[in-house]
């Protein structure tokens, strides 16, 4: 199948002279950033209602032509816990001529892997949880019994020559247990780095992370080995703080950074977690910081702005909302032309 791509009839036309940042290049900082995009998975599965598959598979598809090289795709878990990702064998061949792009899914165990390999799957996720109550709540098992689960499943997939990332999830607060230690995030994050993740994701799953405590983290996992470009962040925006802690990892080094398109998602098994960091945020953020993205942030903003109208609401995203509400303005005559 070849996906569909945007037209222009497809965008809105006024976003076409939308204003972009000034760029004024801060010294320490990366040249240039990968946006793993999870809007399509991490966002939709939170969605109260199931989007269908061939709406997915284009807003995929639209993400890609905006310039996202790395687009996470679905779940390979069980419908009963996600239902919303239910449909990931239909949808995953729909995927097929993006060319160019990383097409990661998640696995919670081998029978997910199994499902995973069998589409053809070349980048695959295990989640795991730096605290033993959302461990318990996301996986059933304690986090050590977790961790054992996906040691076989990792391995799998490295002799597959399969990308492997872990998730991390809680890593700067858990709405059970409070304030989570840095060194119960550097143990679990050095155990999944020993049992041959390819890269890790830091979730701040509750959005509470400040960006002293984003520098210290990271430097703690540097000194137990852990090199910051196998670190990627993964931000939610509950207290506003995304963009400043995203600031401080990139002091520090990284240069990958999580973000869901149009502000998408949340955690259905953390009830106190809001929206993801949005992409366009980031992006306007990055840009004026003359961080090379590669991303288009005029399409991209459309796209977010075509899936909240199929979503029946605006979207969250503070850029998408700014330009829309800047391309509906009416212009207004000076008082010498009147």
């Known amino acids: 199948m070849t996906g569909p791509t945007p037209t222009p009839e497809d965008e809105p036309l006024e976003l076409a002279s939308a204003p972009l940042p000034m760029v004024v290049p801060t010294r320490g900082l990366p040249t240039r950033v990968r ?3 999870v809007g399509a998975r991490d966002g939709l599965q939170n969605e ?9 598979a284009e807003f995929i598809h639209r993400l890609a032509d905006a310039g996202l090289t790395t687009v996470e ?20 061949p729909l995927l097929g001529d993006l060319q160019g792009v990383h097409l990661p899914v998640l696995v919670p165990n081998e029978r997910g892997l199994d499902r995973a390999l069998a589409l053809g799957a070349h980048r695959v996720g295990v989640f795991a949880s730096a605290t033993e109550s959302f461990a318990r709540a996301n996986l059933n098992r304690t986090v050590d019994e977790a961790l054992a689960m996906f040691a076989p499943v990792v391995a799998r997939a490295r002799e597959q ?8 999830s809680m890593c700067f607060g858990d709405p059970w247990e409070g304030a989570v230690p840095i060194s119960k995030v550097v143990r679990v994050c050095r155990a999944l780095l020993d049992m041959g993740c390819d890269e890790l994701s830091l979730g701040d799953t509750i ?7 984003v520098s210290a983290m990271l430097a703690a996992l540097n000194a137990v080995q852990v090199p910051t470009e196998r670190i990627g962040v993964h931000f939610h925006d509950t207290y506003g ?3 400043t802690n995203t600031l401080a990892a990139l002091q520090h080094g990284v240069t990958t950074v999580d973000a869901s398109a149009g502000g998408l998602g949340g955690c259905p098994y953390a009830k106190s977690a809001t929206g993801n960091l949005a992409t366009e945020d980031l ?3 990055l840009h004026g910081l003359g961080i090379d993205t590669g991303v288009d942030l005029v399409r991209l903003s459309a796209t977010s702005a075509w899936m909240a109208d199929q979503l029946g609401r605006p979207s969250p995203s503070r850029t998408v909302r700014a330009l829309t509400a800047r391309s509906h303005e ?9």
């Open 161 to 168: 020559g399969v990308h492997v990332r872990g998730y991390l």
């Open 207 to 213: 959005g509470v992370a400040t960006p002293g405590h």
């Open 35 to 37: 946006i793993h995009e």
């Open 73 to 92: 795709a679905t779940s390979f878990v069980h419908p009963k816990w996600v239902p919303q990702l239910a449909d990931a064998e239909d949808l995953f």
């Open 283 to 285: 992006v306007w953020m």
């Open 330 to 338: 009416e212009p207004t005559a000076s008082p010498q032309e009147q």
């Open 48 to 56: 109260k209602t199931v989007v269908p598959t061939e709406l997915k």
């Open 241 to 243: 703080q995304a963009l």
